[in-house]
T-cell receptor, first 114, second 115 residues
């Protein structure tokens, strides 16, 4: 079965600084990978997804993520963080034969200092 | 366009009382539907999913049940709530088919507090 690890529970950055959120997955083949964002008390919104092809994917709100098969990683990046990016971020993996399911990491809470 | 609704937004219930949370989707047909529970620091736990009317799969044995009486309606229920049922409940939908590439779209959630 697939699994997802987000090693950082909480990250604090200053507004305007760059951001990288880590995600490692465990799966025997090429997975389907997703990043979601959740503002406090809200549902989850899809930021970006990777299925195949170009390993650098662009998403909404200026986010991008890079799939690295050799490292089993799918890290989320943003060159310059805005105060409105403060939220919780979830990485998720879907796999062939997973029977409609996504497996989510436990999330990384991002705090942005002015 | 598709939209997903959940209600109520917040709910405070005593231990031992029944529960009914409702989720409806508009603008699509025969979606896959999902119920998740989110507890602080524990990510999202998939509770149930449904690929069609009357078809429910349970992921975690527990005090809860789910039903899908109509194509775009998904209900989460309990006969007697436990303290441990407190949490944030999220409904989600995806396009039909066993295609894990299909992203899931989430509703706004219901905050349940059991006292």
């Amino acid at each position: 079965a697939q699994s997802v690890t987000q090693p950082d529970i909480h990250i604090t950055v200053s507004e305007g600084a760059s951001l990288e959120l880590r995600c490692n997955y465990s799966y025997g083949a090429t997975p389907y990978l997703f990043w979601y964002v959740q503002s406090p008390g809200q549902g989850l919104q899809l930021l970006l997804k990777y299925f195949s092809g170009d390993t650098l994917v662009q998403g909404i709100k200026g986010f991008e993520a890079e799939f690295k098969r050799s490292q089993s990683s799918f890290n989320l990046r943003k060159p310059s963080v805005h105060w409105s990016d403060a939220a919780e971020y979830f990485c998720a993996v879907g796999a062939r034969g997973s029977n409609y399911k996504l497996t989510f990491g436990k999330g990384t809470l991002l705090t942005v200092n002015p | 366009s598709q939209t997903i609704h959940q209600w109520p937004a917040t709910l405070v219930q005593p231990v031992g009382s029944p529960l009914s949370l409702e989720c409806t989707v508009e603008g699509t047909s025969n979606p896959n539907l999902y119920w998740y529970r989110q507890a602080a620091g524990r990510g999202l736990q998939l509770l149930f999913y449904s690929v069609g009317i009357g078809q429910i799969s349970s992921e975690v044995p527990q005090n809860l049940s789910a039903s899908r009486p109509q194509d775009r309606q998904f209900i989460l229920s309990s006969k007697k709530l436990l303290l441990s049922d407190s949490g944030f409940y999220l409904c989600a939908w995806s396009l039909p088919g066993q295609v894990p590439r299909n992203e899931q779209f989430f509703g706004p959630g219901t905050r349940l507090t059991v006292l």
